[in-house]
């Protein structure tokens, strides 16, 4: 019996293997992941790729004729911008154009427009919507800066002809450009939003205003129609630990500053590089570069945002849903596509999520939630960082279905609602 | 009582094969060469200082922040290292064609034996297979270095 036990031995070793490794493959639970393209979603919602694969794919608009014009970040095969038409939740290439990458798309009033990192071009649309002459952009702003950090400029547009684009701060917190403490030099030129005019072309800063300033850098902004008021996500500042160790934990500084959504008026100033917001503490603070300790609050003349979200989110896209297929709490409220972190070591990263505000009579009411989940794939590729799909653009399409980019690995997910 | 007998020793013996499994996969870690001590003191540096932006598996992240796997930079010449570990880094770099934007502060308040520690284990972590950096290397690279 024993040497029978001994021989057995490795036999058994070995079932124990394949027996372990078949309950580990079934546990991965591919078939899972396959319902809603990988991710989780509220009671009544389902997800599918409508797209894959296509770069880095930034924002995107969709058409009434179910055309999705997506924006790359850089060109492929020399196109910036794809031509998806959308039929049966399955999408067919239609065509590309624009010799520029960037992030920056929408239609307004019968032209697409588009930016690439300095300049912004509209293309004319017929009535359904295409673009009629692909390789003649009419170049409505251009000289935008764009020194290597927040480059993107992205846009939106108001309903009195104006455009209005993002320009970014090239600094984390501009001690580099103004070590004697006496004033962020680099605002006059970025760190704002810009309005132009959305009809005249060749603009260069002195044709267009100074819309507000003291934001850091804004990916996600959009024209709130209930309002009639731009709304605009900041991303907030990093490195506090690391730059003031004796002020700001490890953990504190993963959560702070908070991630911002402000309701502009023309004229205001949210406060970069001089003030901060604590989420936790649901104040505007004074930034330690400028004698803060984390408790002094901001001076008053810095607007408040109307709503924060933890830490190194990177919101990258912003759309208030105005569609009638969501259940009746989503219709004015916002979804914010959260790009997802890098700031957060030696904590565990986090974001990758499109998230929902509730919005009543124009104003954020309530707190926000987790609306779709899971790009990040497994929670060890998100608390890494190393996440497989990141969100960035979104769009509403004409039955009032979700559009979610991923820059990533170029996805695009569409996500609908059933009673 | 046979049956249960070979039960037993059939979880036992995948009990005992996950366990020498686990074991097998720690194993493939990288082996650290050099001085442990260097390693240690240097992966304390790292996760202060440069984890934040590196991140953890030193993968960096994507057209912001440099990779320090795999790239000259890291595995090449030492001075060239030190100097960017004192002065910080203000250009765009490309590695394997993608392009990193973030600016890097100078971390010259760091001691030599903080920089030597922490540029040792960044050039024997994440796969990197190069040689260790010494105080007086670094000694002799801040003694020689010109800010501007």
């Known amino acids: ?114 930016s690439d990192n300095t300049e912004v071009f509209r293309y004319k649309l017929n009535e ?82 100074r819309y507000a300033g003291g934001l850091r850098n804004v990916v996600g902004l959009a024209w709130n129609q209930q309002d009639n008021q731009l709304f605009v996500m900041q991303h907030g500042r990093d490195a506090l630990h690391d730059l003031f160790p004796n002020l700001y934990t490890v953990h504190q500084s993963a959560e702070l500053p908070a991630e911002c959504m402000f309701a502009l008026k023309k004229g205001d100033n949210a406060g970069w590089p001089y003030v901060y917001y604590d ?141 | 009582m046979k049956i249960k007998l070979i039960g037993t020793v059939l979880v036992i013996c995948s009990l005992f094969f996950s366990y020498g499994y686990a074991q097998v996969k720690h194993a493939t870690k990288p082996v650290h060469h050099g001085s442990s001590v260097a390693m240690v003191n240097g992966k304390k540096v790292y996760t202060q200082i440069c984890i934040a932006c590196h991140m953890a598996d030193g993968g960096g992240m994507s057209n912001m922040n440099p990779p320090l796997i795999n790239t000259s930079y890291v595995l090449g010449d030492k001075t060239t290292l030190i100097k960017i570990v004192l002065n910080g880094f203000k250009e765009d770099v490309e590695i394997n064609g993608q392009k990193y934007s973030n600016n890097m502060t100078p971390h010259s308040d760091l001691k030599d034996q903080q920089i030597a520690d922490v540029l040792t284990f960044v050039r024997k972590s994440f796969g990197n297979k190069a040689s260790a950096v010494s105080v007086a290397e670094v000694k002799k690279v801040r003694a020689a270095n010109v800010t501007k």
């Open chain 1, 1 to 114: 019996m024993k040497k029978l036990l001994i021989f057995l031995l490795p036999v058994f070793a070995v079932i124990g293997l394949i027996v372990f490794n078949a309950c580990k493959s079934a546990d991965n639970g591919s078939a899972n992941e396959a319902a809603n393209a990988g991710l989780t979603l509220p009671t009544g919602f389902s997800a599918v790729a409508v797209a894959d694969n296509l770069g880095s794919a930034r924002h995107l608009v969709v058409t009434p004729e179910n055309d999705i014009y997506v924006h790359l970040a850089g060109t492929k095969s020399g196109k910036g911008i794809l031509v998806l038409h959308e039929e049966g939740d399955k999408t067919t290439l239609k065509s590309s154009f624009a010799n520029f990458g960037g992030t920056g798309i929408a239609i307004k009033n019968g032209y697409l427009y588009a």
């Open chain 1, 279 to 419: 989420w936790m503490q649901h104040k505007n603070l004074l930034g330690p570069e400028y004698g803060g300790d984390g408790k002094k609050p901001a001076d008053s003349k810095f607007i408040d945002p109307v709503a924060a979200y933890p830490g190194h989110y990177a919101p990258d896209g912003l759309l208030f849903y105005t569609g009638n297929q969501f259940p009746e709490k989503y219709k004015n409220g916002a979804f914010i596509a959260f790009h997802g972190s890098w700031n957060r070591a030696p904590e565990p990263q986090a974001g990758y999520c499109v998230v929902f505000q509730p919005f009543k009579n124009g104003k954020p009411d309530g707190k926000w939630e987790v609306f779709a989940d899971g790009f990040a794939g497994t929670e060890a590729q998100k608390a890494s960082g190393r996440a497989v799909h990141r969100p960035c653009g979104l769009a509403q399409g004409p039955d009032g279905s979700l559009y979610v980019t991923d820059d990533n690995k170029g996805t695009i997910y569409k996500i609908t609602y059933k009673k």
């Open chain 1, 128 to 209: 359904k919507e295409e673009v009629i002459n692909p390789d003649k952009p009419e170049k409505i702003v251009t000289g935008l800066l764009s020194r290597r950090m927040h480059e993107p400029k992205a846009i939106a547009l108001d309903n009195d002809g104006n455009i209005y684009v993002n320009i970014g701060a090239y600094s984390n917190i501009c001690s580099d450009y103004d070590p004697n403490k006496k004033g962020g030099p680099i605002l006059d030129s970025a760190a704002g939003i810009w309005q132009f005019k959305a009809d005249k072309p060749d603009q260069h800063y002195g044709d267009g205003i």
